[in-house]
């Protein structure tokens, strides 16, 4: 058996390491250290006993008191949609226009509606509603395709835009001008530059002047006559410079010769009428409702 080493200075075993002149000594812990470590470990053990510790093969052990952390989530969760009840109740049996009027109700719509946008809407409108080119509309400017009243609003989300899902869907469809060779390609690029002008943002005079011909010929009965658009039958309004996919003259003249139309689903069906109604209210809050 080797002989154990004692260091000279303090009379203590030292474990046998060295380095750089420095030897380790084998001091005992001190006893308060012990005595926490001691009682850390029994305080371990009767927490295994009383609450959920061990994994099994199927499942862990359950503890004497029965506790669950998913259970007092479930139970909280279940707490706060109680206390919801009465509010979405109320949205529920009030007016849209009413809902506006009672400050403590409009707080409440507003809180859910941020909630339900950010949940199903944000995806494609942008998590600050500003929307994105290429056919997602920005809902904070003053620019409705199908109207920006609370009703036009509710509407357009419970029924969507363009679906197979819902027969009172919004539906317009603009013609291909190019793509079915209802104009030519000249006629085309007049037109754009003409739509441009309605704006002020002409690059060639003589093609807008020779483009206001064919866009009264071929656009004015949906746009109208200085492109303002209506939501009657959801034309955009062409003279305001915002533009859903685009608004430089070569996106105008890939919409004229074979225009895109966007997809909105219907959501009255999958979030309910209340959450529909405080949708709306959120969206109107936004900046530009009518």
């Known amino acids: 058996m080797a002989q154990k080493k004692v260091d000279e200075l303090t009379g203590v075993e030292d474990t046998g390491h060295e380095y750089d002149g420095i030897t380790e000594l084998n001091n ?17 053990l009767v927490y295994t006993i009383f609450y959920p510790a061990w994994p099994m093969i199927s499942e862990n052990t359950r503890g004497v008191l029965g506790y669950s952390t998913r259970g007092e989530v479930a139970e909280r969760i279940a707490e706060h949609t109680e206390g919801q009840a009465v ?20 707080a409440f719509a507003l809180a859910s509606g ?6 199903n809407c944000s995806q494609c409108h942008g ?26 609003i509710y509407t357009t989300i419970s029924h969507g835009v363009r679906n197979e899902a819902d027969e009172d869907a919004r539906l317009s469809m603009m013609p291909a001008f190019g793509a079915e060779e209802l104009l030519e390609p000249a006629e085309i ?8 002008s309605l704006s002020g943002r002409a690059e060639d ?17 949906c746009h109208g006559e200085e492109g303002l658009g209506g939501p009657e039958l959801g034309a955009p309004n062409l003279a305001d410079a915002i533009w859903l996919y685009g608004g430089e003259a070569e996106n105008i003249v890939a919409q004229i010769h074979n ?22 209210v959120y969206v109107h809050s936004l900046g530009g409702g009518q």
């Open 127 to 152: 998590a600050g509603a500003a929307g994105n080119t290429g056919g997602f509309p920005n809902l904070n400017d003053d620019d409705w395709i199908w109207g920006g009243d609370l009703d036009a």
């Open 28 to 44: 005992p812990l001190p006893q308060w250290w012990l005595t926490i470590f001691y009682v850390c470990v029994a305080w371990a």
């Open 259 to 280: 225009p895109r139309h966007g997809v909105m689903p219907p959501w009255l069906d999958r979030l309910g009428e209340t959450a529909v109604k405080e949708l709306a």
């Open 189 to 196: 690029v007049d037109v754009a530059q003409h739509v441009l």
């Open 87 to 106: 509010w979405r109740d109320r949205i529920a049996e009030t007016e849209l226009a009413d809902i506006r009027s009672d400050p403590d109700l409009l």
């Open 114 to 119: 941020a909630a339900n946008f950010a949940l």
């Open 205 to 221: 005079a003589a093609a807008a002047e020779r483009g206001a011909v064919v866009f009264e010929e071929n656009c004015a009965a």
